[in-house]
C-alpha cells in the first residue's frame, strides 16, 4: 500500500505536472472539468497520501472564501452582463439590474470561481503531499538547481520560526531608548532587514567554513530519481484532463 | 551567472521577511476581500497589496543591479512562499516569473544603469499592467466587465507605485547609507557619492 503514496511521486514531475494542468485549465471554461481536477485532487489526497484530513479543511477554507469571493464577483460583473453597463440611476430599477445580471451570468460566474478551486485544489495537493527537503533535492537534481540556491532556500525557509523572535527584540530595542512603537510602526521593519542582511553574510561565511563550495563535486543525503512510474502517472492525469476538456458538455 | 552563497541568501532571507509581512497583508486582504463580497468585488480587496508581491523583486534587482536579478528574486521568494504553504502551491512560482519579468523589463531596456525614482516607478507599473495581463488569461479575468478590470488595475498600479517603486528605493538607499549593503551594487554606488 505504500507504494501507492503520492508523496512518493518525484517532485519536479509533480510540480510540471500541476503546472502543465493549470496551463490546460486556463484556456478553456468549462466547469465540470474544473470541478472534476477540484474532487481528483481531494480524492488523491484522501485516499492516496498521508495528507492529515484536519489540514485540508483547514486549508481549504481560505481557498474556497477565494472562490466564493471570485464566484459573487462573477454573478455581478461578468463581461456578458455587468450591472456596471446598467442604468442605475433609476434607483427603483436596481434590484431588476441585479436580477437580471445575475440569472444571465450564472455561468460565467461558476467559472470563475471553479476554477479558483481548480487551481487551490491542485496547489494544496502539492504543497501537504510534498515534503520541503524532497523538493528542493529534486529541483537539484532533475532541474539543475545549483546547490547554493537549493540550500539559501533551505536556510531562509528554517529561519521563519526566528522572525517573530526578531521582530520582539526589535521592538524591545526602542522601547529601552524610550521610542514609541506601534503596530504598524515601520521602525521594527527596517532593523530586521538591516539584521536579516547580517545574518545572509553570516550563514554564508558559516556554510563556507564548514566546506561549502558550489564549484566542486558533492556528496547528497537525498537523491531523487524520476522511474517509469512517475512519469505514467504525469501523462495519464495530463491526458484524462485533455480527454475531460474535450468531451465534457459544460 | 555569478551568484554568490551570501547573494542568494541575502535575497531568501529577505523573501521571508517580505512573505511574512505579505501573510500579514493577506489576512487584511481576506478581511477586506470578504467585505466586498457582497458588492461582488472581492478580487479588488487584494489589489491594494499587490506592490508587496513585487517588492522582492524590486529589491533584488536595485540591491544587485544585474541581469536576472528580478527575475531570480522573484522566483526564489514564490518558491519559499511554496514551501511555507501558499494554498496556490507550484502555481505561484509562474506568477513569480512573470513578476520578476515585469518588474526587470524596463530596468533591462536601460542596461540596469538607471535606479531614479522615475525608472523604478515606471517598472512598477509595467509590472501591474503585465501581471493583470496573466490574470486575464490564467485567473480568467477576462470573463471579467471592463469597468470593474480598469478599477482593479488603477488600484494594483498605485499600489505597486507606493511599495515596489517608492517604498523599495526608499529603504534600499537608507540600509546603502546605513552602510549595511556595501558588498552590492548599490552599497558601492552610495560609497561612491560620500567621497
Given at each position: 500500500m505504500n507504494n501507492l503514496r503520492v508523496e512518493r511521486w518525484n517532485p519536479s514531475v509533480k510540480m510540471f505536472t500541476v503546472l502543465l494542468s493549470v496551463i490546460l485549465l486556463s484556456f478553456q471554461y468549462k466547469i465540470m472539468v474544473t470541478l472534476g481536477v477540484f474532487l481528483f485532487c481531494l480524492i488523491m489526497m484522501i485516499f492516496f497520501s498521508d495528507a492529515r484530513f484536519k489540514s485540508i479543511i483547514k486549508i481549504l477554507i481560505p481557498a474556497t472564501f477565494a472562490a466564493l469571493g471570485m464566484f459573487v464577483m462573477g454573478l455581478y460583473y461578468?463581461?456578458?452582463?455587468?450591472?456596471?453597463?446598467?442604468?442605475?440611476?433609476?434607483?427603483?430599477s436596481v434590484p431588476y439590474a441585479l436580477r437580471a445580471a445575475m440569472s444571465t451570468n450564472l455561468i460565467s460566474a461558476a467559472q470563475l470561481g471553479s476554477r479558483i478551486l481548480a487551481y487551490a485544489g491542485l496547489g494544496i495537493f502539492f504543497s501537504l503531499t510534498t515534503d520541503e527537503e524532497f523538493f528542493i533535492s529534486s529541483l537539484m537534481h532533475q532541474?539543475?538547481?545549483s546547490p547554493k540556491f537549493a540550500y539559501g532556500i533551505l536556510a531562509a525557509v528554517h529561519l521563519v520560526p526566528n522572525l517573530g523572535k526578531e521582530y520582539k527584540n526589535a521592538v524591545f530595542a526602542f522601547r529601552t531608548r524610550g521610542i514609541r512603537v506601534g503596530v504598524f510602526s515601520l521602525k521594527p521593519v527596517f532593523a530586521m532587514l538591516v539584521n536579516s542582511i547580517y545574518w545572509s553574510e553570516n550563514i554564508a561565511m558559516a556554510m563556507q567554513s564548514k566546506g561549502f563550495s558550489d564549484n566542486e563535486s558533492r556528496t547528497y543525503y537525498i537523491e531523487p530519481k524520476v522511474g517509469v512510474y512517475d512519469i505514467l502517472l504525469s501523462i495519464a492525469i495530463l491526458s484524462l484532463i485533455v480527454f475531460a476538456i474535450n468531451s465534457a458538455p459544460i | 551567472m555569478n551568484w554568490k552563497l551570501k547573494d542568494v541568501l541575502m535575497m531568501g532571507i529577505i523573501s521571508v521577511l517580505f512573505g511574512v509581512i505579505y501573510l500579514g497583508c493577506t489576512y487584511a486582504g481576506g478581511i477586506l476581500s470578504g467585505v466586498l463580497t457582497p458588492m461582488g468585488l472581492s478580487a479588488l480587496g487584494y489589489e491594494p497589496f499587490y506592490g508587496i508581491y513585487f517588492m522582492a523583486g524590486a529589491f533584488g534587482v536595485y540591491v544587485?543591479?544585474?541581469?536576472g536579478a528580478g527575475i531570480i528574486s522573484e522566483m526564489l521568494a514564490a518558491i519559499i512562499e511554496c514551501l511555507l504553504g501558499n494554498y496556490f502551491g507550484p502555481i505561484i512560482i509562474l506568477s513569480g516569473l512573470v513578476q520578476g519579468i515585469g518588474i526587470e523589463l524596463l530596468i533591462a531596456l536601460f542596461r540596469y544603469k538607471k535606479f531614479s525614482y522615475p525608472t523604478m516607478i515606471a517598472a512598477s507599473v509595467i509590472c501591474s499592467v503585465l501581471t493583470l495581463l496573466y490574470n486575464l488569461v490564467v485567473s480568467g479575468y477576462n470573463q471579467i466587465a471592463v469597468p470593474v478590470l480598469l478599477l482593479m488595475l488603477a488600484v494594483r498600479i498605485i499600489s505597486a507605485i507606493i511599495f515596489s517603486g517608492v517604498l523599495t528605493k526608499l529603504v534600499c538607499d537608507r540600509l546603502a547609507k546605513a552602510g549595511v549593503l556595501r558588498g552590492y551594487a548599490v552599497g558601492k554606488e552610495f560609497a561612491m557619492s560620500e567621497e
Open positions: 461578468s463581461k456578458n452582463n455587468s450591472i456596471t453597463s446598467m442604468d442605475v440611476s433609476d434607483i427603483s532541474c539543475h538547481l | 544587485m543591479r544585474k541581469p
